[in-house]
Structure formats: structure tokens, C-alpha cells
């Protein structure tokens, strides 16, 4: 039964039972194997629309919802503050509950620091339709749930004791968020594994996220470590998440950020780190990732990497959260 899911909204996976995510994960297996098959799924949410609010740029993340809403029968409304009335200062009460009252579901991307996350959860008190996170300052759930699901497609369903390793890397672009590794060191630990995380001085997480980490290791008897080494984080690693994130615990600021960025060139994939992981292991990345900087080519191309499944799982766990929530005909 899933019926409790229905309006249930998707902002931090901390919000879902362990129970519930599988739940999520055996769909978005199963809607994938149909797809494949050929089987057409646009009665699960027919006439029904979803609301998509950008506050940043994307190409995985808009195109992946659009998709998965068109696939199953619905529609999607591609909005950013420029185009809609939040340009002008509509609180996140009003656009809400305006939306919400049109369509069966709102999605939003707003990855600005100390007010994303809290922008959803606002409109999620005030909306009466589920509201999804499409990342934030502080999480990013739905690219957790593809990179899980990728890892339960190849390696099974249990995953406790296999090593996670989610490590910064060099990248001098611009200051990504923290919420990709924040989703990871907090979803990995509930399903058993053992996660490391690698950061160099100045890269910390947010302390409440390192606590959620830790009590979600103890919970599920796996561990969370930190280390300051990556050489130490990569040997004998099984899953090996190699990206790179903003100092943005000390600064945003741009010159300093590329002059502390500048000090840690040697953070990242290369084929000889990858050679002291496990035989077996896999490399990923939630993309885009910065090709020469953050990993050789040969490791993003390699016959160990899962990025582009990662991307194509996008599509398929979204496709199940939304039938879930938004009253899928299943
Ligand atoms: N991984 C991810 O969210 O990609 P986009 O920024 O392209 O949506």
C-alpha cells in the first residue's frame, strides 16, 4: 500500500522511511524495465500538471521532470522568478498555494545559501500539493535517489559494509553547492554502507547535515568517517563519488575561493587512485562534471564509470516519486 504517500512531499529524504525509498527505487526499477519493453505509462498521471520553479539553470534536472511528466501522461510548466510574479516579491505563501491550486504537484530548484531549502519548506506549509525538491541549498534528494538506485540496479539491494566514498575535488569554474554531497553522506549511511567523506581543510559540510550523517550511521550500524587524506579515501573504496563543492561554510566570494581552490590541485580521479579502490568499484558523478579538473578522462569514460546511468536514473526515480505523490494511477 502507498497510499499514504500521496501529497507526501519530496525535500530531504530525511522526510521518508527507509521503507518508503525502497519503495520509490523497486518503481522507478520496474517503470525503467517497462519503458524498455515498450510499455507506455501515460495513464499514471494523465491531465495532470506539475509546476517546475527555477531559481538556477539545469540540464539533467529540468529535462528529467519534463520527460518523466510527459511519459506519463502529464503536463509541465517550466517557470523562473523572471517569468512569474516572485520576480516581483510574491512570497513563497502565495505562489504556493496559487499553484498548487491549478496542478497535482510544484517542483523547485533554489540552491541560494541559507534560504533555498527553507523557501520549500515554506511553500510546502502553505501548498496543497506535494512539493519536490529539484536541489537546494542543503539537499539534493532526487540525484541521491538516482546514484542509489544505480548502485541497487548493479550491485543488489543490500549494500550495508560496502565502502561510500564521497570526496572534493579541484574544479576552478564556479562554486557548486553543497547540497549533492550533503544528500550522499546522509542517504548512504540509512541503507548500511559505510561512508567516507574527503575534504581538505576550509570544504566542511554543515554541522546539522554531519550530525544527521553520523546518527543515520549509527542507526543503521554502518559508520561515517571523515578524512583529510585522499589517497587514505580512495583505497579500497567500492563507490567512489569524486566532485567538487564550494568552501562555502568560510567564503563565496569568488577571488577567494579560486585562491583556496588553487591550493588543492591534486584532488582529484586519476586512474592510479582509481587502481586502489576495489576491482569492482564504480566511479560516480551527478554531471556536469568538469572533464581534466575534477577526474581524468579516462576514469569519466572509463568502463568503471555509472554517470551517464546515474543521468538516465533521473528520469526513472522521478517518474516514481511523482506517481506516488501526486495520485498516479498505478
Ligand atoms: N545533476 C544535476 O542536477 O544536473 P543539472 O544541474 O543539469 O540539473
Known amino acids: ?21 525502497r519503495t520509490a527505487i523497486d518503481l522507478a526499477v520496474q517503470l525503467k524495465a517497462e519503458r524498455r519493453s515498450g510499455q507506455v ?19 539533467r534536472t529540468r529535462n528529467s521532470f519534463e520527460t518523466g511528466m510527459t511519459q506519463l501522461g ?8 523572471a517569468a512569474t510574479q516572485i520576480g516581483h516579491g510574491e512570497n513563497a505563501q502565495d505562489t504556493g498555494r496559487v499553484l498548487s491550486s491549478y496542478g497535482e504537484g510544484v517542483a523547485i530548484r533554489d540552491c541560494r545559501t541559507d534560504i533555498g531549502q527553507r523557501y520549500l519548506y515554506e511553500m510546502a506549509g502553505h501548498a496543497d500539493a506535494p512539493i519536490f525538491s529539484m536541489q537546494d541549498d542543503v539537499d539534493h534528494p532526487c540525484q541521491a535517489m538516482a546514484d542509489l538506485m544505480t548502485l541497487v540496479e548493479r550491485f543488489g539491494s543490500d549494500l550495508s559494509g560496502r565502502k561510500f566514498v564521497v570526496s572534493w ?9 553543497l547540497s549533492v554531497p550533503q544528500s550522499l553522506v546522509m542517504l548512504m549511511p540509512r541503507f548500511g554502507m559505510d561512508v567516507t567523506l574527503a575534504y581538505p581543510e576550509g570544504y566542511h559540510l554543515m554541522p546539522d547535515v554531519m550530525e544527521t550523517a553520523k546518527a543515520n550511521a549509527e542507526e543503521a550500524g554502518g559508520t561515517f568517517t571523515e578524512t583529510h587524506d585522499v589517497d587514505e579515501a580512495f583505497e579500497g573504496a ?4 569524486p566532485k567538487s563543492w564550494g568552501p562555502i561554510m568560510v567564503t563565496e566570494e569568488q577571488d577567494e575561493v579560486e585562491a583556496m581552490a588553487a591550493k588543492y590541485t591534486d584532488w582529484r580521479a586519476t586512474t592510479e587512485r582509481m587502481a586502489s579502490a576495489h576491482d569492482d568499484a564504480v566511479y560516480m558523478h551527478c554531471m556536469p562534471v568538469d572533464r581534466g579538473y575534477e577526474a581524468d578522462e579516462q576514469v569519466i569514460d572509463g568502463s568503471q564509470s555509472v554517470i551517464y546511468q546515474q543521468a538516465e536514473n533521473r528520469l526513472h526515480i522521478q517518474k516514481a516519486l511523482m506517481a506516488l505523490t501526486m495520485g498516479g494511477d498505478l
Open 1 to 21: 500500500m502507498t497510499d499514504h504517500l500521496f501529497q507526501k512531499d519530496f525535500i530531504s529524504t530525511q522526510d521518508w522511511s527507509v521503507k518508503d525509498l
Open 41 to 59: 505509462h501515460d495513464h499514471i498521471l494523465r491531465a495532470k500538471t506539475l509546476y517546475m520553479l527555477f531559481f538556477e539553470e539545469s540540464t
Open 74 to 81: 502529464g503536463h509541465s510548466v517550466y517557470l523562473t522568478p
Open 169 to 177: 575535488t579541484h574544479a576552478p569554474k564556479y562554486v557548486r553547492p
Open 238 to 241: 567500492d563507490f567512489l563519488y
